[in-house]
């Protein structure tokens, strides 16, 4: 068990033209299970390589435990990593797989190797798969070897590449459960990437969003929902994503007039909300970003109300999405009963709790922004 520390982590390739990781700093607490998430390219799978070893940073440290590693060797850290691929040897049964890296960087004894490994196996539910090949097992059972492997090492940090990204559906959702479960039962630190934001959000204490090799944000799945610190994190987390809006901003009183891009809505935002950065904007053109779910649809005109036409509605089960013409589109997440005919006109709402609104030059949240004066973004 142990605290993982990375202080201004950074890989370039090709001699610089590329960075790939870009002065990621990060600490994940002694049995923390944080996730990474970004889309395809952004750094995760070079940060996770060299936190395991396999990768050499270009500048940065790696500290596990407290003890500095990022000059030692992968076969010495205390790390275990699961890939999206297995990465298997085929001609070794599920034993010898799970067996061979204890075999190799560890002087244990035959007897103690075969407990943990049939240990492994049943904490995977896979014993009876111990004399199998991998080319006989299912791509869960697959998975599950993977994992078992990790087990056995009993190492101090698991580190997850994407490991069900090959698995259908159904089966991901049970293997989700199941890694927390047993990442929560063994009480080791792991950190887990995936593109996939649903999965960081569910899976994890807190979720690392990247973006370009860069550390954007890191929080509880509930804070980076709810208070996202810019437009790429709103529009990353969230399904389906966050509605966006370019409004012209002026400042009738003291509070703010959001007006849309063609004029055809405008929506006040009272004194009371305004504070921090945002009661120093400059009149000018910001992005207004509201979650589909934070929209409802009104029996008529209202304080603060939009008014749309529906062009396509796609019910989902319990809720109906509701596609607007409002700016470019703008979907409303409703209830199943909510349910008016593709060409009519509704009139739709949000609470100004719910209203976002985005710096169009940096991108940054207003209302999120920790400064509580001007800035260069500001008058
Ligand atoms: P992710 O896992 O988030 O999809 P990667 O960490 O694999 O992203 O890649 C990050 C960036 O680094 C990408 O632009 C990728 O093209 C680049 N990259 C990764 N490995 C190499 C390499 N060996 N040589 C050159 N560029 C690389
Ligand atoms: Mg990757």
């Known amino acids: 068990m142990a605290e993982l520390r990375v202080d201004n982590l950074r890989k370039e390739y090709d001699r610089g033209s590329v960075v790939a990781v870009d002065d990621l700093s990060l600490t994940v607490a002694d049995g923390e299970f944080v996730t990474v998430v970004g889309p395809s390219g952004c750094g995760k799978t070079t940060t996770l390589r060299m936190l395991a070893g396999l990768e050499e940073p270009t500048d940065g440290s790696i500290a596990i435990g407290g003890e500095d590693v990022t000059n030692v060797h992968a076969k010495n850290r205390d790390v275990a990593m699961v890939f999206q691929n297995y990465a298997l040897y085929p001609h070794k049964t599920v034993f010898e797989n799970m067996e061979f890296g204890l075999r190799m960087s560890t002087n244990m004894g035959k007897g103690e190797r075969e407990r943990r490994v049939v240990e492994a196996a049943e904490m995977m539910d896979i014993e009876e798969l111990l004399e199998d090949k991998p080319d006989q097992l299912s791509g869960g059972q697959k998975q599950r070897v993977a994992l078992g492997r990790a087990i056995v090492r009993e190492p101090d940090v698991f580190l997850f590449d994407e490991p069900l990204s ?73 399904s389906p994503s966050m509605n966006f809006v370019e409004v012209d901003v002026s400042t ?106 985005f710096d169009p030059e940096t991108g940054v949240d207003v209302f999120n922004a920790e400064i509580d004066a001007p800035s260069a973004s500001a008058v």
């Open 252 to 357: 009738p009183g003291e509070g703010l007039r959001l007006t849309g891009p063609r004029g055809e809505f405008t929506f006040d935002l009272s004194p009371s909300y305004v504070t921090g950065s945002a009661r120093h904007l400059r009149a000018d053109r910001y992005t207004l970003g509201v979650r589909p779910e934070n929209v409802s649809v009104l029996d008529g005109p209202g304080p603060n109300a939009i008014t749309g036409t529906v062009e396509v509605i796609e019910p989902v089960g319990s809720d109906n999405y509701l596609h607007l013409d409002v700016a470019d589109d703008f979907i409303a997440r409703v209830d199943s009963d909510v349910s008016p005919e593709p060409g009519e006109t509704v009139a739709i709402a949000f609470e100004e709790s719910s209203v976002h609104l």
């Open 166 to 238: 090959n698995l259908d559906a159904k089966l991901r959702t049970t293997m989700r459960a199941e890694i927390q479960r047993l990442q929560d039962e063994l009480g080791i630190t792991a950190v887990y990437v995936t593109h996939d934001q649903e999965e960081a959000m569910t899976m994890g204490d807190r979720m690392v969003i990247l973006e370009g090799g860069v550390l954007q944000q890191v929080g509880s799945p509930t804070e980076v929902y709810a208070n996202p610190v810019n437009r790429f994190v709103a529009g990353f987390v969230g």
